[in-house]
């Protein structure tokens, strides 16, 4: 039986011819951790619990302060001082009362990743690489699909890792990129990126379409530009490869 009983029903009714009744059991049945309920978490969250997950794992450590309004959309002004998984959880019970939402306000640290409740995949909405790095690593580790997005300005992207098939995130950035200060992010950009990582998670589930693995995609909302990268896994890298 799904976790989520509701997928038979009304709600998933304009979805069921896309991904099909079998498509839509899978996803009332799958469990899926999202790091970081930020500009890009927000709406991986929200997509995901409206089209019927069976259960959201929330990990983010942070508060929600009003310099977040402008991408976070998840939050709102009467979350303020709240922290975020607790604004998440209440919003998306309200959105979907069906969906399992399981609240970790935790920082993402080496030590308590073995903590972590098992899961199916993993999706990092991340703002720094050793933060990504770490949970790549866990990631491949356990075996569990990761997909990776960022997003800086109006520009965004993201990949899909499937352990033991495709590059890791490490073999895609085999160093940190230099980091930037005060990074500034547009809402429609963090959306958009955000929005794609949802969609990654739902194809995988359901069997639709092409995952984003072995490529990095790439957009840029200025030009309205998407470009795909096919990326390499490396036999050198420290995380998947043979040293």
């Not at 498509?23 to 995901?48: D, H, I, N, R």
């Not at 490490?170 to 990074?183: A, S, W």
């Not at 896994?233 to 040293?243: D, L, Q, R, V």
């Given at each position: 039986?799904?976790?989520?009983?509701?997928?038979?029903?009304?709600?998933?009714?304009?979805?069921?011819?896309?991904?099909?009744?079998?498509?839509?059991?899978?996803?009332?049945?799958?469990?899926?951790?999202?790091?970081?309920?930020?500009?890009?978490?927000?709406?991986?969250?929200?997509?995901?619990?409206?089209?019927?997950?069976?259960e959201?794992?929330?990990?983010?450590?942070?508060?929600?302060?009003?310099?977040?309004?402008?991408?976070?959309?998840?939050?709102?002004?009467?979350?303020?001082g709240?922290?975020?998984?607790?604004?998440?959880?209440?919003?998306?019970?309200?959105?979907?009362?069906?969906?399992?939402?399981?609240?970790?306000?935790?920082?993402?640290?080496?030590?308590?990743?073995?903590?972590?409740?098992?899961?199916?995949?993993?999706?990092?909405?991340?703002?720094?690489?050793?933060?990504?790095?770490?949970?790549?690593?866990?990631?491949?580790?356990?075996?569990?699909?990761?997909?990776?997005?960022?997003?800086?300005?109006?520009?965004?992207?993201?990949?899909?890792?499937?352990?033991?098939?495709?590059?890791?995130l490490?073999?895609?950035?085999?160093?940190?990129?230099?980091?930037?200060?005060?990074?500034q992010?547009?809402?429609?950009?963090?959306?958009?990126?955000?929005?794609?990582?949802?969609?990654?998670?739902?194809?995988?589930?359901?069997?639709?379409?092409?995952?984003?693995?072995?490529?990095?995609?790439?957009?840029?909302?200025?030009?309205?530009?998407?470009?795909?990268?096919?990326?390499s896994?490396?036999?050198?890298?420290?995380?998947?490869?043979?040293?």
């Open positions: 039986m799904s976790k989520n009983k509701d997928h038979g029903e009304e709600r998933f009714s304009r979805q069921l011819g896309v991904i099909g009744p079998e498509g839509q059991e899978e996803l009332g049945e799958a469990t899926v951790t999202v790091v970081g309920l930020g500009g890009l978490g927000s709406p991986v969250v929200f997509y995901l619990a409206a089209a019927g997950i069976g959201l794992v929330l990990v983010d450590h942070d508060e929600v302060a009003r310099s977040n309004l402008n991408r976070q959309i998840i939050h709102g002004e009467k979350d303020l709240k922290t975020k998984t607790l604004s998440a959880r209440e919003t998306l019970k309200d959105l979907n009362s069906q969906v399992e939402v399981n609240s970790l306000t935790m920082e993402l640290k080496r030590k308590d990743l073995a903590g972590l409740p098992e899961t199916d995949l993993i999706i990092g909405a991340l703002d720094n690489f050793q933060a990504r790095y770490l949970l790549n690593e866990f990631a491949v580790s356990e075996g569990v699909p990761f997909v990776h997005g960022a997003v800086e300005g109006f520009r965004g992207q993201l990949a899909t890792i499937m352990p033991g098939e495709t590059p890791c490490r073999c895609i950035f085999p160093e940190e990129p230099p980091k930037v200060d005060d990074l992010v547009m809402g429609p950009a963090a959306g958009v990126t955000g929005a794609l990582m949802a969609s990654e998670a739902i194809k995988y589930f359901t069997g639709s379409g092409t995952l984003a693995a072995g490529e990095l995609v790439l957009l840029d909302l200025t030009e309205n530009e998407f470009d795909k990268i096919a990326v896994k490396s036999e050198e890298c420290p995380t998947c490869g043979n040293n």
